[in-house]
């Protein structure tokens, strides 16, 4: 089972995902979280989702989002697919189940909708 998790890294935002022994995490500035948030939104309402869940996991290493663009889609199956760029790496994309990508969309609303003192102080957990 993969786990996500959505935190805070000084004043950018992280999102972590691991599958067994694998891991990623990418870091994006604020404007690409909300284009992000925008984007799963977007999908979940085109499928005719809404609600969201939550769960955490720490990854290995942290990358910086590249992208100029972060695009948003559905694969083949009607999964939400998300294509960027993060540091050295070649381009990649997520494929993420409705839970994973509901809860991508409500943590980052969450974090971006917290005043910048709030998230400072809870930046370390």
């Known amino acids: 089972m993969a786990g996500i998790s959505v935190t805070l890294e000084g004043d950018n935002i992280q999102l972590a995902f691991q599958k067994g022994e694998q891991s990623t995490a990418v870091v994006m500035d604020p404007h690409a979280a909300r284009s992000l948030v925008r984007a ?30 972060i695009d948003v889609g559905m694969d083949e199956h009607g999964m939400a697919v998300v294509a960027l760029q993060a540091g050295a790496m070649p381009p990649f994309l997520l494929r993420l189940k409705d839970d994973e990508a509901r ?6 609303l969450e974090i971006l909708n917290s005043p910048r003192d709030v998230r400072v102080s809870h930046g370390d957990h």
């Open 103 to 108: 809860h991508i969309a409500q943590s980052l």
């Open 40 to 69: 799963v939104s977007q999908l979940l309402t085109a499928i005719g989702e809404s609600a969201g869940e939550e769960g955490e996991d720490m990854p290995e290493e942290l990358v910086d989002v590249t992208s100029q663009t």
